[in-house]
């Protein structure tokens, strides 16, 4: 486990969301890159970040992968263009499970939760 999650790892440079974990609040907007995993109680968006800001900080362009629990409704669907707010967070290690490792296979260092989210709904929406 321990080599595969290490193998997984890269490096976090400033133009990197996972850079900004654990700080104050962020507004993250970017596309969701897979289907929604919708629960009894939230939405967990698998989603590629491509801006971030934050009281002290103005928008800048960032890149990668952020995991985001959302309220189940409104529905977001694959493909749309989200904005959302919240703390970026490392994601946990268990006694018996390493979430941490389990995300970072699909390129995902940080999630964040937020209180909702505004849409922009994808082209493929309104086909």
Request: aromatic share 8%; with cysteine.
């Amino acid at each position: 486990g321990a080599l595969r999650l290490s193998a997984a790892q890269i490096e976090i440079t400033p133009d990197h969301v996972a850079a900004y974990r654990d700080r104050s609040m962020v507004a993250v907007e970017g596309v969701v890159i897979a289907e929604p995993d919708r629960r009894t109680t939230d939405t967990r968006l698998r989603v590629r970040v491509e801006s971030l800001a934050s009281a002290t900080m103005p928008p800048c362009d960032v890149h990668g992968r952020l995991l985001v629990y959302v309220p189940r409704y409104p529905e977001i669907h694959y493909g749309d263009r989200i904005t959302v707010t919240g703390t970026l967070e490392r994601p946990p290690v268990y006694e018996d499970f390493s979430f941490e490792a389990y995300l970072a296979r699909e390129g995902i260092f940080a999630l964040l939760h937020s209180t909702g989210a505004t849409v922009e709904p994808s082209w493929l929406a309104s086909c």
